[in-house]
């Protein structure tokens, strides 16, 4: 495999008042792949993807050491504007967060701040992003109802137009289809396969199965460390620790 | 047979017990209903000699020769609230978002208890201290502003002195608003760029917007009816406000100051009931046309 690295993390150490969140983190997440995060909830995999596009910022009381690089670029001390660095990772979060606003608006806001605001650019675009996610032909119709009149799975594809717009190489997923029915959950996955030719994809994710269908390369954390990671094909058929191998078989969640 | 009658004892407790929670509820919902009534009923001798309209659009109000126009005093009363919630909305929005989103979880937790302490400090240490502080600051700072000499006692001191009062109700509720609106909305708002200020104003806001409306319709029912501050500070001259400089006349201030005096002159009590009824229908329209925006808006977000 080609292996070339978008997202470097070096001895990545954060902590929340005097709790040690996470420990020790190393990581190479490999470009134009899938990357999973796995672990039982509360291992820090949440807040490793999250730091990857500092929003950690917003908790009170963090203190980050360590280094997270993208493209070479320490994104933890830079002069970058922190906005710039954010753009470039569409983030899905766990259930979908439509803005408070129409279908098309959701979609055209981040083209919007970032300063295209020609009506036919945004239409097309808009229709475009929305293509992409295989939503367009079901809102059509219906562009300026509000978001939140969809339905669920259709709200997370509309999240994900929405973080595709603004023209990111990285696409953050936190847990993108635990509140989705299968055949919505289904439909964000085979998009994610889709979308790798592109984008570096980081999805975490409870889901053994899911992480099997669509990881290139895993990494299993536990307590706020990485216990194992590597190419998802070793990973899974051959894990080394005896942690990884018990998770894998089911043993605890 | 023991535990027969053990169990039947329990269903009827059970069943004892929800009937006073039904009586509870039905007291509590008829109690509107009753005062209403009443107030009606009350004021229905000076209805039978005046139209409605007659009373509610005339200006002059001389109950000794049996004028009774209440246009003065709900004027008045729209006055000061406006005013209020004009000072109050914007303070308060503006505190709930830095509350919320920048300031550290240290200072919310410090101010919790001081605006609950703001919210039961009795009205009428707000009137005083209208009067020591607000009233001068008026008539000395406001008023040689539009080079007008006043007394300071106007619709303007009530207005400040009413914003200050709904402060707390309004501010606590807009905390809870800003803060059941989840983070995750933020973070992916964040995401695309935008900036935290950007996230305010976009998106936090709109999202916020019924509760802001059910916010401030809160406060300004509280300021529709407060009388005590606002008859301390607001002159109670009986006219017509053409401006926030002049002294008015609330609706409860007409019936805090008179009701028990004169009422040996002919319908005044009945005039007065009236005054407390239309007060009373007013907050109940306010409050409907507030949840009817409410609804509307929450279907648009």
Not at chain 1, 195 to 218: E, F, G, N, P
Not at chain 2, 136 to 165: E, N, Q, R, W
Not at chain 2, 207 to 235: C, N, W, Y
Request: glycine letters at 6%.
């Amino acid at each position: 495999m080609s292996e070339h690295v978008k997202i470097s993390v070096e001895d990545l150490n954060l902590y929340i008042g005097k709790q040690h969140i996470l420990k020790d983190i190393n990581t190479r997440i490999p470009e134009n792949q899938i990357t999973v995060i796995l672990g039982p909830s509360g291992c820090g995999k949440t807040t490793l993807l999250k730091s990857m596009n500092r929003l950690t910022d917003l908790y009170s009381n963090v203190k980050v050491d360590g280094k997270i690089l993208i493209d070479n670029e320490d994104i933890l001390h830079t002069d970058t504007d922190i906005t710039t660095i954010r753009k470039r990772m569409g983030l899905l979060s766990q259930r979908p967060y439509p803005l408070p606003m129409n279908i098309f608006n959701n979609v055209a806001y981040g083209l919007r701040i970032s300063g295209r605001k020609n009506k036919a650019v945004l239409r097309k675009r808009v229709q475009h992003y929305l293509e992409l996610v295989n939503l367009w032909e079901e809102v059509k119709d219906r562009l300026h109802d509000p978001a939140s009149s969809l339905s669920i799975g259709q709200q997370q594809r509309l999240c994900l137009a929405r973080g595709l717009s603004v023209d990111p190489d990285i696409i953050l997923a936190d847990e993108p289809t635990s509140a989705l029915d299968p055949i919505s959950s289904e439909v964000i996955e085979r998009k994610f396969v889709d979308l790798k030719s592109q984008y570096t994809v980081v999805v975490v994710t409870h889901s053994l199965q899911q992480a099997k269908r669509i990881a290139d390369y895993a990494i299993f954390m536990y307590l706020g460390e990485i216990i194992e990671q590597g190419p998802a094909a070793d990973f899974f058929s051959n894990p080394t620790e005896e942690l990884t191998r018990s998770y894998i078989k089911g043993l605890f969640n | 047979m023991a535990l027969q009658v053990f169990h039947r004892t329990r269903i009827l407790r059970s069943r004892i017990h929800s009937s006073w929670m039904t009586f509870a509820l039905v007291f509590s919902l008829l109690l509107p209903v009753i005062l209403g009534i009443g107030l009606y009923l009350k004021s229905a001798s000076l209805l039978q000699e005046y139209s409605i309209w007659e009373i509610l659009f005339s200006s002059k109000w001389k109950p000794l020769s049996g004028q009774f126009g209440m246009l003065p005093f709900i004027i008045s009363s729209l006055w000061v609230t406006m005013i209020a919630l004009l000072v109050a909305g914007p303070v308060c929005l503006l505190s709930a978002i830095h509350l919320t989103q920048y300031a550290k979880p240290i200072v919310l937790r410090i101010m919790h208890p001081v605006i609950d302490i703001l919210a039961g400090i009795p009205s009428v240490i707000y009137g005083v201290w209208g009067v020591l502080v607000i009233v001068p600051f008026t008539a000395d700072v406001i008023g040689p502003i539009f080079h007008k000499s006043i007394t300071g006692y106007s619709i303007l001191s009530g207005g400040i002195v009413l914003a200050v009062m709904i402060i707390p109700f309004i501010l606590n509720i807009l905390i809870e608003v800003f803060r059941t609106i989840p983070e995750e909305l933020t973070e992916v708002t964040l995401s695309l760029g935008a900036t935290r200020w950007m996230v305010v104003k976009h998106v936090l806001i709109k999202k916020a917007f019924p509760g802001i409306v059910s916010a401030f319709s809160l406060g300004l029912s509280r300021a529709f009816g407060e009388t005590i501050a606002v008859l301390m500070v607001v002159g109670n001259v009986t006219h017509i406000p053409t401006g926030a400089l002049q002294p008015g006349y609330p609706l409860p201030a007409l019936i805090a100051n008179n009701y028990g005096e004169m009422l040996s002159v002919p319908m005044y009590d009945s005039a007065l009931m009236l005054a407390a009824f239309v007060l009373l229908v007013i907050v109940i329209m306010f409050n409907i046309v507030s949840r009817w925006m409410i609804h509307r808006l929450e279907k648009n977000i």
